[in-house]
């Protein structure tokens, strides 16, 4: 059944929406996937905060380019389906990666970070990388650590002056034998 060009005009605007929403976009190749792994896939990549979808080739084309995005020619060919990150885009990458290695039939072909391209080894790279609230946390740990020890100095010749001070007063309390 033929689409009517209002029709496509239509998936090109959704395709071009879903970009511009997005911080990321993965591009994978699902030849061989049940329609029950497909539905599996995509919980996992909504647990991360983003859509899985299967996409036509010629219109995703047109969207990403009409977005701004330089895509090499083999990424619009064979099966497509594209992730869209919109809220934690290592978190989608690791979702995508680690069914393409559970299921065998998904492959990763590449994908954008902010409309920079990655290619299917970045991809997996970019998989490895910890949650966000992990990196966060490190983050605050590494700019936390000089004003740690700057506070330790600070306080380090009080202490010794109590420790010595708690020592003279355990040594008086001590009855002397006789």
């Known amino acids: 059944m033929a689409v009517s060009k209002e029709r496509k005009k239509d998936i090109v605007a959704t395709y071009q929406d879903w970009l511009g929403n997005s911080q990321a976009v993965f591009l994978a190749e699902y030849t061989g996937l049940t329609m029950k792994d497909m539905d599996a896939l995509r ?3 909504r647990e991360a905060g983003g859509e899985f979808h ?3 080739n010629t219109l995703a084309k047109l969207a990403f380019e009409g977005e701004g995005y330089e895509v090499p020619l083999d990424f619009f060919s064979g099966s497509t389906a594209a992730g869209f990150a919109f809220e934690d885009a290592p978190g989608m990458a690791k979702a995508i990666a680690d069914y393409s290695k559970s299921v065998g039939f998904l492959k990763v072909k590449g994908g954008f970070l902010e409309k920079n391209f990655l290619s299917a080894e970045e991809v997996q790279a970019f998989a490895e990388l910890p949650p966000l609230p992990i990196v966060q946390a490190q983050l605050l740990g590494t700019l936390m650590a000089p004003a ?3 506070v330790r100095t600070i306080i380090e010749p009080a202490r010794q002056l109590a420790s010595v001070m708690q020592a003279r007063v355990d040594s008086e309390a001590v009855p002397a034998e006789s």
């Open 43 to 45: 919980d996992k990549v």
């Open 54 to 56: 299967v996409i036509k």
């Open 148 to 150: 740690t020890k700057l």
